[in-house]
Each structure stands twice: as C-alpha cells, then as structure tokens.
C-alpha cells in the first residue's frame, strides 16, 4: 500500500480564474457564490482539498488555494466528498441518499447507488474509502453500508442499523451540529467500527461478519471514529466535545475521558501513533496532543467557525470553514494560518437590482452580509454592514428607489438604514417586538413599511425616521409587502391566509383580496386540463386551511396583483399563483402549477409587465427546483430554468429586463440571460 502510485486529478488550468462561469446551467450566464458549504477533507497526500456543497464539490489546491474543478453540479446536495487514498475517485453522500464515485480523471461519475432509500430523512452523512480502497462505507441517520468497491460496480457487503434513533437524542445546549452515526476502518482495512447505539460502538470483522467488541461509556451520542494507524485503539467523539480511547483487544480504556471546552472537536492520529485533537470554539481553534495533555497551538479564526472542519490523514494540516465566506488551513510548525476567499455564502434570501442594470445585491442570511455584486466584473464591489459592524442578519431587506438607502432587519427585532455610497449607519429602527419578516420602501420614497411576526406591521416616515402609523387587520406574521407603482397603496401577505389592501397615508385598510376556493368560471384557470378539473371538483380543500401568500407583487403599470399561494402541509396541492384585477379586486387568472411544482413563492414581473415568473422550492424526486416564466396575454409557461438545486428564495428583473436574478436555498444567485428567452 505505501508503494501506491497517487493519481493526479484532471483539473481546470490555473488560469481558469472565473468559476462564476463554472458549470452553468442552460440559460444563466453567471453564478454567484459558490454554494452553501457542507463539508471540507484533504486529500491523503494533503495536495487537494475537496469541499461538498449544496450545487456539487469543488476541489482546491492547498498549495495555490485556487479553485481548480467544479463537479457534480447535475444535482448538488452534497453532503461530503471524500478522496479515495490514491486519489484515483472521489466518494459523495447527498441530501437524497444517493452514494456516487467520481474517476477523478475526468470529473465523471462512473456508479452510483441508492443507499438512502426514499424517506427523507434518509440523507447520506458519513462515506469513507476503506485503506486498501477496496470497500466503501456510507452512513447515515442510524444505517449504516459497507460496499465492495469495484470500478463502476458496487456490491453491498453489510447493513447496520441503530432501531428507531430520535433526532432529540442528537440535540445538546450549547453544542454546535455535528454529524452523527460515524463509522471507520482499520488500517488493514478488515475492521469496520459503527454505532450501535447513540453511545457505543460496535467493531464487526468484514470478511467474517463477525462482532469482536462492543464499546461503551460515552454519555452522549458518537460523531466520530478513529482507528489508530496500528489499528490497535480506537478513539471517539461526542456531543458535548468529549474523546475517549479504547484498546480494542480487551475493551479497556486507555485514556482518561477528557470533555474538552470548545463547542466540538475534531480527531486525527499522526504516523507516530500521537492522537491530536482540535478543540473548536466560536472564534478561535486549540490544536492538542491529546496522548500527553499538551496544548501545541492555538490560532483566532477569520470570522466565527462554521461547523465544517478536517484534519489532514497526517495530522499536519487542519482546515475550517468560516461564516464570512472563507476557509482557513492551519499548518504544523508554522505561525500563522493562510485563508482564502471561498465564495462560499449564506443563503440569498432576497435579490435586488440597483437602476445602473450592473449592480446587483444579495440579501444574504446571517453574518455574512449584503452582498454588492459587479455583474460585468464578476465580483463583490461591497458588503454592508461593513466588517465589524455586522450583527446577525436575518432574510429580508430593501432597496429605496432612489438607490441610496438599503433597509435590512438586524437581530430579531430591528430595522438598519444604511447610506449605500458611503457605508454610514443612518439610523437603527427598534419600534418591533419581535422577528421582522418583511421590508418595502414605496415607490416616491417616502416611507418604509415593516411588517414581522404576530401581526406586527408598522408605516415609517423616510424623512424623519418615525413610526407614522401601526396598523392591524392580520392576525398572524406578515410575510410579504409589496407597493403600487403610485407609491399610494400597498398590499401585505401573512401566515394567516389573508391579503390586504392599505393607503399608506392614512394607514387605514382598504380591502382584503378575495380568495374564494374555486372560481365559477372555469376559463379563468390555466394548467393542465386534469388538474383544472381536479381544482373545479374541490379536490383537497382540507388544506385551504394551511394556505397563504408568501410572495404578492404589483405589475408595473399597477393593473395587476399577482400572489403564490401555497402550503406547508401539503406537497403539490393547493399550489397556486393569482391575479387580482387591483381596481376590482376580482380574481382574473389563476395559474395552477406543473406537476413537481410546489410553494410558488417567489414573484417578479418583468419591467414591460408582460411576462411572470415564479420560483417554487425543491420537491422529492426532482434534480432541480423550477422557475417557470409565464405569459401574462395567455397565462401559458413558455419557458422553465432549471439550476437550482433547492428552493427559490426571491427573483428580481434588472430595470432594463435584460437580466433575471435568482436566489436559492443553494447558496448561490444565478444571473439567466432573458433576451434570449424575451427578446429585448
């Protein structure tokens, strides 16, 4: 084994700097962000890093720190990436189940196989090349599967199961996540250790199929397994970040439980048989030598930790992800630690364009920040808030028309105005209680509206920062605001299943908007003839009960208000988007979604008012989450973008209609190219 030749992965040249062009799909010209970060592990040889994401694996070179390929992008969802020992595949686990491997000469997957089965619970969380790279083993919540490895064929060997695991079991105060139901090979690759239970550890013999120990004295469930390069120990980690060591031979411990002070930890054995530990906290990790209690070092984080970090096979290097969108690499016997720019966001719950039709912000999730993109460079031109000035961000925010101010919802209950050219603080707003929910600026500028849970919904005066009118009329969170072109009325949305209509002078309500739960005239709906005839027969109104708008825009000219209704509860039922004429308040169009098509709450028209589009969110059985555009005249979907591998958070049209603008569940926005589609 020591004298295998390591394969060297086909990779993009080093001048192949844009990945903002990696991998699209049909119809966008740009991605931005490089996906929501799930996993990083080196390679054996430590030459490569691989990071699993919600759109596929990247591989980095660690010495470079450039991106150097994107793969598996066809569907995302990747929970790990995971090299075999002589680089030759890489092994992913996904969201759905599935185990794949990748001939990393070419960046194509060559077999894969369900593992998972089809609850959904069934998620891929673990997979590990055995030392020979004979067998692979996958796992997940409470099974676990060790597959002969073959080139293009997998043989299933062995299944573990844990009986009925309950996800409140894995859940510890202040413990960060980690991944549970761990599993791992000896070094000669004949022993498999596994979870038996949420505390103990069973080690089965692979050719025999034989149990030769039963490990116990944990006190909280196991995410970690480490056999040690003599394949005598074997060392653990729980909740609660604490490491035990087990002879294997007699089940005896052979060192002291030690509970370490960092919310996690992380495991590796040097070659020399030395356990080291990285004890991780919030903004700092300790490197130990846990065999004799010694501190080696201790190095501050870029940002706060994320929970995905690795060592390397020989413990020399250490690699963390941070929330400010970098990847930080400790290495042995240096003094500082190197970081790179990962691309590697928040979720961009909201996306905006400014009037210039170049800039375009993501209203990312957390501490990373608003994100000003340069579309024609291709990079972030700035972050508000400024670094050192962010707090927790939460989804939503608003661009003023004017391009000067952007409102966003800080903390859990207060509004930041933030003066866009200069990075100034204008003004914090604290008049809600609770979770703010939802942001709109009116048209002339001259008020803000905010609307957040319960029924808190409140009209602000731009010119003096104050609290103009409360109003009320929903009686549950208000998730939507959207205001006419003559900046008069605006319209609201809430989880209680209503939409109104206000005059934002006055504050007083104007009009709910109907929503009867069929329509007597049967050429108002558009859809596929069965599901229209499904719809008119009152099929499944037991759950019109569940249903409310999360998105609700106005067209330009103000003539229409359209609204995706939809429903926690129930998938592809009651999936709808409406159009209300905004004068009558009649509901003109009802577009009933395609099959797979669930919760189409994300709207945007496009500038010229003739087309719509609606994002929905990912369901079961599908590669892709869809948008579908929509003919206004004729209410047919002329056109669905498939890129996404989760649910769509929001979609803009820049000003001029040449771009739309989608953000996901993913972590990244995708910029699609509508001329082609619309023409100009």
Same mark, same amino acid.
């Given at each position: 084994?020591?004298?295998?030749?390591?394969?060297?992965?086909?990779?993009?040249?080093?001048? %192949?700097?844009?990945?903002?062009?990696?991998?699209?799909?049909? @119809?966008?010209?740009?991605?931005?962000?490089?996906?929501?970060?799930?996993?990083?592990?080196?390679? &054996?040889?430590?030459?490569?890093? #691989?990071?699993? $994401?919600?759109?596929?694996?990247?591989?980095?070179?660690?010495?470079?720190?450039?991106?150097?390929?994107?793969?598996?992008?066809?569907?995302?969802?990747?929970?790990?990436?995971?090299?075999?020992?002589?680089?030759?595949?890489?092994?992913?686990?996904?969201?759905? @189940?599935?185990?794949?491997?990748?001939?990393?000469?070419?960046?194509?997957?060559?077999?894969?196989?369900?593992?998972?089965? $089809?609850?959904?619970?069934?998620?891929?969380?673990?997979?590990?090349?055995?030392?020979?790279?004979?067998?692979?083993?996958? /796992?997940?919540?409470?099974?676990?599967?060790?597959?002969?490895?073959?080139?293009?064929?997998?043989?299933?060997?062995?299944?573990?199961?844990?009986?009925?695991?309950?996800?409140?079991?894995?859940?510890?105060?202040?413990?960060?996540?980690?991944?549970?139901?761990?599993?791992?090979?000896?070094?000669?690759?004949?022993?498999?250790? +596994?979870? #038996?239970?949420?505390?103990?550890?069973?080690?089965?013999?692979?050719?025999?199929?034989?149990?030769?120990?039963?490990?116990?004295?944990?006190?909280?469930?196991?995410?970690?397994?480490?056999?040690?390069?003599?394949?005598?120990?074997?060392?653990?980690?729980?909740?609660? *970040?604490?490491?035990?060591?087990?002879?294997?031979?007699?089940?005896?411990?052979?060192?002291?439980?030690?509970? +370490?002070?960092?919310?996690?930890?992380?495991?590796?054995?040097?070659?020399?048989?030395?356990?080291?530990?990285?004890?991780?906290?919030?903004?700092?990790?300790?490197?130990?030598?846990?065999?004799?209690?010694?501190?080696?070092?201790?190095?501050?984080? =870029?940002?706060?930790?994320?929970?995905?970090?690795?060592? /390397?096979?020989?413990?020399?290097?250490?690699?963390?992800?941070?929330?400010?969108?970098?990847?930080?690499?400790?290495?042995?016997?240096?003094?500082?630690?190197?970081?790179?720019?990962?691309?590697?966001?928040?979720?961009? +719950?909201? =996306?905006?364009?400014?009037?210039?039709?170049?800039?375009?912000?993501?209203?990312?999730?957390?501490?990373?920040?608003?994100?000003?993109?340069?579309?024609?460079?291709?990079?972030?031109?700035?972050?508000?808030?400024?670094?050192?000035?962010?707090?927790?961000?939460?989804?939503?925010?608003?661009?003023?028309?004017?391009?000067?101010?952007?409102?966003?919802?800080?903390?859990?209950?207060?509004?930041?105005?933030? &003066?866009?050219?200069?990075?100034?603080?204008?003004?914090?707003?604290?008049?809600?209680?609770?979770?703010?929910?939802?942001?709109?600026?009116?048209?002339?500028?001259?008020?803000?509206?905010?609307?957040?849970?319960?029924?808190?919904?409140?009209?602000?005066?731009? *010119?003096?920062?104050?609290?103009? &009118? $409360?109003?009320?009329?929903?009686? /549950?969170?208000? =998730?939507?605001?959207?205001?006419?072109?003559?900046?008069?009325?605006?319209?609201?949305?809430?989880?209680?299943?209503?939409?109104?209509?206000?005059?934002?002078?006055?504050?007083?309500?104007?009009?709910?908007?109907?929503?009867?739960?069929?329509?007597?005239? *049967?050429?108002?709906?558009?859809?596929?003839?069965?599901?229209?005839?499904?719809?008119?027969?009152?099929?499944?109104?037991?759950?019109?009960?569940?249903?409310?708008?999360?998105?609700? =825009?106005?067209?330009?000219?103000?003539?229409?208000?359209?609204?995706?209704?939809?429903?926690?509860?129930?998938?592809?039922?009651?999936?709808?988007?409406?159009?209300?004429?905004?004068?009558?308040?009649?509901?003109?169009?009802?577009?009933?979604?395609?099959?797979?098509?669930?919760?189409?709450?994300?709207?945007?028209?496009?500038?010229?008012?003739?087309?719509?589009? /609606?994002?929905?969110?990912?369901?079961?059985?599908?590669?892709?989450?869809?948008?579908?555009?929509?003919?206004?005249?004729?209410?047919?979907?002329?056109?669905?973008?498939?890129?996404? *591998?989760?649910?769509?958070?929001?979609?803009?049209?820049?000003?001029?209609?040449?771009?739309?603008?989608?953000? #996901? +569940?993913? @972590? $990244?926005?995708?910029?699609? %190219?509508?001329?082609?589609?619309?023409?100009?």
């Amino acid at each position: 084994m020591e004298n295998r030749i390591t394969s060297t992965p086909a990779l993009r040249p080093l001048t %192949d700097t844009d990945v903002t062009t990696w991998e699209l799909p049909d @119809g966008a010209i740009a991605r931005f962000g490089h996906g929501l970060r799930l996993d990083v592990q080196f390679s &054996h040889d430590a030459r490569y890093l #691989s990071v699993a $994401t919600k759109i596929g694996f990247w591989l980095y070179d660690t010495e470079t720190l450039a991106p150097r390929a994107l793969w598996g992008t066809e569907r995302g969802m990747m929970n790990v990436a995971t090299f075999s020992h002589d680089s030759r595949w890489i092994a992913t686990g996904d969201q759905d @189940g599935i185990l794949k491997v990748w001939d990393t000469q070419n960046g194509q997957c060559v077999t894969k196989t369900d593992w998972g089965g $089809t609850e959904r619970r069934n998620v891929i969380l673990h997979v590990h090349f055995s030392p020979d790279d004979q067998y692979i083993a996958a /796992s997940g919540f409470g099974h676990s599967t060790v597959y002969a490895w073959r080139e293009e064929h997998f043989e299933p060997i062995k299944n573990y199961k844990l009986e009925k695991p309950k996800l409140n079991d894995y859940r510890k105060e202040d413990t960060a996540y980690d991944r549970h139901f761990p599993t791992a090979f000896s070094p000669n690759s004949n022993l498999f250790a +596994y979870v #038996s239970s949420p505390e103990a550890v069973m080690i089965s013999n692979i050719n025999t199929g034989e149990d030769i120990a039963h490990l116990t004295g944990h006190t909280d469930p196991l995410h970690t397994l480490l056999f040690s390069p003599c394949g005598q120990y074997l060392a653990s980690a729980s909740l609660g *970040a604490t490491v035990q060591v087990w002879d294997i031979q007699d089940e005896s411990l052979i060192m002291i439980p030690k509970s +370490y002070e960092g919310n996690r930890v992380r495991l590796t054995y040097t070659p020399d048989e030395t356990l080291r530990v990285a004890d991780i906290f919030d903004d700092k990790v300790i490197i130990w030598d846990a065999s004799q209690h010694k501190k080696l070092d201790t190095f501050n984080t =870029v940002s706060t930790t994320a929970g995905n970090a690795r060592f /390397s096979k020989d413990g020399t290097k250490f690699a963390i992800g941070c929330r400010n969108r970098r990847i930080q690499i400790w290495q042995e016997d240096t003094s500082t630690t190197r970081s790179f720019f990962s691309g590697y966001g928040s979720i961009p +719950y909201s =996306v905006a364009f400014m009037q210039d039709n170049k800039t375009l912000i993501g209203g990312n999730y957390g501490g990373t920040g608003k994100i000003f993109w340069d579309i024609d460079k291709r990079e972030d031109q700035r972050i508000l808030p400024p670094s050192g000035k962010r707090r927790s961000l939460k989804q939503c925010m608003a661009l003023s028309p004017d391009d000067q101010l952007l409102a966003i919802n800080a903390g859990d209950n207060d509004v930041q105005i933030w &003066h866009i050219a200069s990075e100034e603080l204008v003004t914090e707003l604290t008049a809600h209680e609770r979770y703010i929910y939802s942001l709109a600026f009116s048209p002339n500028g001259k008020f803000l509206v905010s609307g957040g849970w319960g029924d808190e919904l409140n009209i602000w005066d731009v *010119a003096r920062w104050k609290k103009q &009118h $409360t109003l009320k009329g929903h009686n /549950s969170s208000i =998730v939507a605001i959207a205001f006419h072109p003559d900046g008069k009325r605006f319209v609201t949305s809430s989880r209680d299943g209503t939409a109104l209509l206000w005059n934002v002078e006055t504050g007083e309500q104007i009009s709910p908007l109907p929503l009867p739960d069929t329509l007597e005239d *049967a050429s108002l709906y558009r859809g596929e003839p069965e599901e229209i005839e499904r719809v008119l027969n009152g099929g499944n109104l037991q759950w019109k009960k569940y249903q409310h708008m999360q998105s609700i =825009v106005f067209s330009p000219c103000g003539n229409w208000i359209a609204g995706g209704l939809g429903t926690w509860n129930a998938d592809g039922l009651n999936n709808e988007i409406r159009l209300w004429d905004t004068e009558t308040l009649e509901t003109r169009m009802i577009f009933l979604q395609p099959n797979g098509c669930i919760r189409p709450w994300a709207l945007a028209f496009s500038p010229c008012g003739n087309y719509l589009v /609606s994002g929905a969110w990912w369901k079961w059985g599908l590669d892709k989450a869809p948008i579908h555009l929509w003919e206004m005249s004729t209410g047919k979907n002329i056109h669905t973008f498939w890129g996404h *591998a989760s649910d769509i958070q929001d979609l803009a049209f820049s000003p001029d209609g040449k771009y739309l603008a989608s953000g #996901s +569940y993913d @972590g $990244t926005i995708l910029l699609w %190219d509508m001329k082609s589609i619309i023409g100009s």
